[in-house]
């Protein structure tokens, strides 16, 4: 049976990055990422990570649902839809009256039909540009 815990290690983390085919970086900045994130869901299977999810949000206007991953095993059994809807729940939960906040998302190839379910809609369109982003990298002394 699934169980959703707040907590994954950052190596149990990186390993479901590497699993699914997403680029690794070093522990230190896996951790950095998973402590400073406003809220993360792990799905557990016994002691097994088998999905996780993170919200970074500064309590503003706009938020990020990011690192939606579940194990290739573990797919199609309705994880995802839960890490992302718990998520969404949680935030509106804190969100304060009259607040509105931009939910912001960068799907994964072809993973566009999985967020439409939740009312994301896909850029560009009529009012949108498409979604950027640019890694940066240092180095390794």
Known sequence: MIQYVKEITPEE????????GWCLFPVEEAKAGI????????ARDGEKAVGVVRLLWDGGYIAM???????????????GR???ESTIRRMKDD??????????LMAAKGKEPFYEK????????????????????????
């Open 118 to 141: 939740f009312g994301f809609v896909q850029r560009p369109n009529e009012n949108l540009g498409a979604g950027m982003d640019q890694w940066y990298e240092v180095e390794a002394d």
């Open 35 to 42: 402590d400073n994130a406003y809220l993360v869901i792990c």
């Open 82 to 84: 839960f890490l992302v």
């Open 65 to 79: 649902l990011s690192d939606v991953i579940v194990d290739p095993e573990y797919q199609g059994q309705g994880i």
């Open 13 to 20: 983390y990186l390993e479901l990055r590497r699993k699914v």
């Open 95 to 104: 969100m304060k009256p009259g607040y509105k906040v931009k939910l912001n």
